[in-house]
Protein backbone atom coordinates (compact mmCIF):
# COMPACT_ATOMS: atom_id res chain seq x y z
CA UNK A 1 0.00 0.00 0.00
CA UNK A 2 1.10 3.52 -0.64
CA UNK A 3 2.50 5.53 2.87
CA UNK A 4 0.04 8.22 1.59
CA UNK A 5 -3.32 7.59 2.32
CA UNK A 6 -5.07 10.03 -0.10
CA UNK A 7 -3.40 8.62 -2.42
CA UNK A 8 -4.16 5.29 -1.77
CA UNK A 9 -7.66 5.40 -1.97
CA UNK A 10 -7.46 6.76 -5.31
CA UNK A 11 -5.53 4.59 -6.41
CA UNK A 12 -7.49 1.71 -5.62
CA UNK A 13 -10.59 3.80 -6.76
CA UNK A 14 -9.02 4.30 -10.19
CA UNK A 15 -7.95 0.35 -10.17
CA UNK A 16 -11.22 -0.20 -9.57
CA UNK A 17 -12.66 1.60 -12.35
CA UNK A 18 -11.02 -0.12 -15.16
CA UNK A 19 -12.87 -3.25 -14.85
CA UNK A 20 -14.43 -2.23 -18.19
CA UNK A 21 -17.95 -3.40 -17.04
CA UNK A 22 -16.68 -6.51 -15.27
CA UNK A 23 -16.71 -7.06 -11.41
CA UNK A 24 -12.88 -5.72 -10.54
CA UNK A 25 -10.69 -8.60 -8.95
CA UNK A 26 -10.94 -6.90 -5.24
CA UNK A 27 -11.22 -10.78 -3.74
CA UNK A 28 -7.95 -12.24 -5.23
CA UNK A 29 -5.62 -13.63 -2.93
CA UNK A 30 -1.99 -13.20 -2.60
CA UNK A 31 0.30 -16.37 -1.52
CA UNK A 32 -1.06 -15.39 2.46
CA UNK A 33 -4.40 -16.33 1.61
CA UNK A 34 -4.65 -12.15 1.80
CA UNK A 35 -7.25 -9.84 0.09
CA UNK A 36 -6.80 -6.24 -1.08
CA UNK A 37 -9.19 -5.68 2.10
CA UNK A 38 -6.91 -7.47 4.43
CA UNK A 39 -3.84 -5.25 3.56
CA UNK A 40 -6.33 -2.16 3.57
CA UNK A 41 -7.23 -3.28 7.11
CA UNK A 42 -3.93 -4.02 8.51
CA UNK A 43 -2.74 -0.91 7.21
CA UNK A 44 -5.35 1.24 9.22
CA UNK A 45 -6.81 2.56 5.48
CA UNK A 46 -10.64 3.06 6.61
CA UNK A 47 -11.01 5.05 2.90
CA UNK A 48 -9.52 2.38 1.03
CA UNK A 49 -11.58 -0.33 2.86
CA UNK A 50 -14.79 1.52 2.05
CA UNK A 51 -13.51 1.77 -1.78
CA UNK A 52 -13.51 -1.72 -1.84
CA UNK A 53 -16.67 -2.94 0.34
CA UNK A 54 -18.49 -0.69 -2.27
CA UNK A 55 -16.77 -2.70 -5.01
CA UNK A 56 -17.82 -5.93 -3.65
CA UNK A 57 -14.63 -7.03 -1.56
CA UNK A 58 -16.08 -9.90 0.68
CA UNK A 59 -15.46 -9.53 4.60
CA UNK A 60 -15.78 -12.48 5.06
CA UNK A 61 -12.46 -13.85 2.96
CA UNK A 62 -9.94 -15.65 5.47
CA UNK A 63 -6.71 -15.88 4.89
CA UNK A 64 -4.14 -19.10 5.19
CA UNK A 65 -4.19 -18.22 8.84
CA UNK A 66 -8.32 -17.82 8.75
CA UNK A 67 -8.28 -14.21 9.35
CA UNK A 68 -10.81 -11.40 8.48
CA UNK A 69 -10.17 -8.24 7.57
CA UNK A 70 -11.40 -6.96 10.98
CA UNK A 71 -8.55 -9.44 12.54
CA UNK A 72 -6.31 -7.84 10.30
CA UNK A 73 -7.64 -4.58 11.57
CA UNK A 74 -7.35 -5.29 15.05
CA UNK A 75 -3.59 -6.26 14.51
CA UNK A 76 -2.99 -2.45 12.90
CA UNK A 77 -0.68 -0.51 14.80
CA UNK A 78 -2.20 2.35 15.12
CA UNK A 79 -5.11 2.63 17.81
CA UNK A 80 -7.38 5.41 15.89
CA UNK A 81 -7.44 3.70 12.48
CA UNK A 82 -8.31 0.24 13.56
CA UNK A 83 -11.35 1.56 15.17
CA UNK A 84 -12.57 3.11 11.89
CA UNK A 85 -12.02 0.46 9.74
CA UNK A 86 -13.33 -1.75 12.10
CA UNK A 87 -16.47 0.76 11.79
CA UNK A 88 -16.50 0.81 8.40
CA UNK A 89 -16.14 -3.54 8.13
CA UNK A 90 -19.13 -3.95 10.46
CA UNK A 91 -21.23 -1.33 8.63
CA UNK A 92 -24.51 -3.33 7.54
CA UNK A 93 -23.61 -6.30 9.22
CA UNK A 94 -26.11 -8.29 11.06
CA UNK A 95 -25.55 -9.48 13.76
CA UNK A 96 -26.39 -12.93 14.62
CA UNK A 97 -28.71 -13.83 17.81
CA UNK A 98 -27.01 -17.66 18.02
CA UNK A 99 -29.76 -20.15 19.62
CA UNK A 100 -27.21 -21.81 21.62
CA UNK A 101 -26.08 -19.03 23.62
CA UNK A 102 -25.08 -20.12 27.47
CA UNK A 103 -24.66 -17.76 30.36
CA UNK A 104 -21.45 -18.04 32.22
CA UNK A 105 -21.69 -18.05 36.07
CA UNK A 106 -20.70 -13.82 35.56
CA UNK A 107 -23.79 -13.59 33.48
CA UNK A 108 -21.44 -13.03 30.31
CA UNK A 109 -22.75 -14.88 27.25
CA UNK A 110 -20.98 -17.72 25.75
CA UNK A 111 -21.31 -20.05 23.01
CA UNK A 112 -21.94 -23.59 23.05
CA UNK A 113 -20.03 -26.37 20.90
CA UNK A 114 -22.24 -25.96 18.35
CA UNK A 115 -20.91 -23.55 16.48
CA UNK A 116 -22.07 -22.47 13.16
CA UNK A 117 -19.88 -21.99 10.24
CA UNK A 118 -22.24 -19.53 8.60
CA UNK A 119 -19.59 -16.96 7.90
CA UNK A 120 -22.03 -13.87 6.58
CA UNK A 121 -24.08 -14.48 9.53
CA UNK A 122 -21.90 -14.35 12.10
CA UNK A 123 -18.69 -12.35 10.45
CA UNK A 124 -18.25 -9.91 13.69
CA UNK A 125 -17.68 -13.80 15.92
CA UNK A 126 -15.28 -15.21 13.05
CA UNK A 127 -12.14 -17.30 14.96
CA UNK A 128 -8.34 -17.20 13.15
CA UNK A 129 -6.25 -20.27 13.19
CA UNK A 130 -5.66 -19.57 17.30
CA UNK A 131 -9.11 -19.14 17.81
CA UNK A 132 -9.18 -15.77 18.59
CA UNK A 133 -12.02 -13.28 17.51
CA UNK A 134 -10.95 -9.96 16.49
CA UNK A 135 -12.16 -8.88 19.80
CA UNK A 136 -9.83 -10.93 21.61
CA UNK A 137 -7.71 -9.50 19.35
CA UNK A 138 -8.06 -6.00 20.28
CA UNK A 139 -8.79 -6.21 23.79
CA UNK A 140 -5.46 -8.46 24.47
CA UNK A 141 -3.37 -5.59 22.64
CA UNK A 142 -5.38 -3.06 24.72
CA UNK A 143 -7.40 -1.36 22.14
CA UNK A 144 -9.59 0.79 23.56
CA UNK A 145 -11.86 2.12 20.87
CA UNK A 146 -11.61 -1.22 19.11
CA UNK A 147 -13.05 -2.85 21.99
CA UNK A 148 -16.15 -0.08 22.34
CA UNK A 149 -16.90 -0.23 18.24
CA UNK A 150 -17.52 -3.76 19.38
CA UNK A 151 -19.16 -3.06 22.38
CA UNK A 152 -21.67 -0.77 20.42
CA UNK A 153 -22.65 -3.31 17.71
CA UNK A 154 -23.38 -5.97 20.37
CA UNK A 155 -25.53 -3.26 22.10
CA UNK A 156 -27.13 -1.80 19.00
CA UNK A 157 -27.18 -5.04 17.12
Request: net charge negative; charged share 30%.
Given at each position: ???DRQNA?????????????????????????????????????????????????SRTVK????????????????????????EELCK??????????????????????????????????????????????????????????????????
Amino acid sequence: MCSDRQNATRLVTTMCQFDDGEAAKVNERNSRGQTPLHLAAAAGNADVVRVLLTHRASRTVKDEEQSTGLHAAALCWDSASDALVAEELCKDVPLRASKNQLRDNHNEVEQDSDDSDDDEEDFINQKNLEGKTALHLAASAGKLRMVQVHQSLLVTG
